[in-house]
């Protein structure tokens, strides 16, 4: 009884401990999009910086499973629940790994001039942050349905991305002098494409984590609702 106890009290921790990670990885990656659209050099070095605070909590995540995983040895869905925090762990310090490209690439643009272009940045990047909220949400409340339409919605942003580059890709024909910046932009909206492969990740996980069921190659099959 006091080693279930204590084993809940171990769950507990963790899970104050992912969704404090995914909460900072959220914030840095709102900011570092808020440096490109703004052309703010200091906030993209803040973003920057505030990188070493989340790779700190995906170094406490990690550690706080192993010990789990040494010391109370779970099995069935407690197993489950902590190899899917492990795995969910990697993806959201991964996340904020490419909100710091994403601020890198800000600074970068920030000191050169703009070309005139559409790329709607600020509608893929509202998609992939709302992926990233929207699978930790399925995560708290284990919630497979929320995580499959999650999931799903990354083709929206992947045809965003894809229509992007194209127009990148024409436009540096026609305003060389701006082939610094385009080529910056198009990293920009190709790093929003991989937050979004991310979060597809933890929506995966997390139908695992609720139903049992490695679905990385099932896609198909998880285009209707789940029952």
């Not at 803040?46 to 995983?69: F, G, M, P, Q, Y």
Request: with cysteine; charged share 30%; hydrophobic share 45%.
């Amino acid at each position: 009884m006091k080693m279930k106890l204590h084993f809940n009290r171990e769950i507990e921790k963790l899970k104050k401990l992912i969704l404090t990670l995914a909460a900072e990885v959220e914030t840095n990656l709102r900011l570092a999009v808020e440096s490109v659209m703004t052309g703010d050099a200091d906030l993209a070095l803040k973003v920057i910086e505030a990188d070493r605070k989340i790779d700190h909590a995906e170094v406490d995540v990690e550690e706080e499973c192993l010990k789990i995983l040494a010391l109370h040895q779970p099995v069935a869905n407690d197993l489950r629940y902590v190899v899917a925090i492990l795995k969910i762990n990697h993806d959201l310090e991964r996340i904020g790994d490419l909100a710091v490209n994403i601020a890198e690439y800000a600074h970068r643009l920030a000191a050169v001039l703009q070309p005139e272009i559409n790329l709607n940045i600020p509608l893929i990047a509202e998609k992939a942050r709302h992926m990233v909220s929207r699978s930790i949400d399925a995560l708290i409340n284990l919630n497979a349905e929320l995580a499959r339409i999650t999931w799903l919605s990354d083709d929206e942003v992947d045809d965003l991305v894809r229509t992007g580059r194209s127009l990148v890709e024409s436009e540096i024909g026609r305003q060389p002098e701006h082939t610094q910046a385009l080529i910056a932009l198009i990293e920009v909206i190709q790093n929003l494409e991989r937050i979004a492969d991310h979060s597809t990740n933890i929506s995966k996980d997390v139908i695992y984590l609720c139903n049992g069921e490695i679905v990385r190659h099932r896609s198909r099959e998880f285009r209707q609702p789940l029952t």
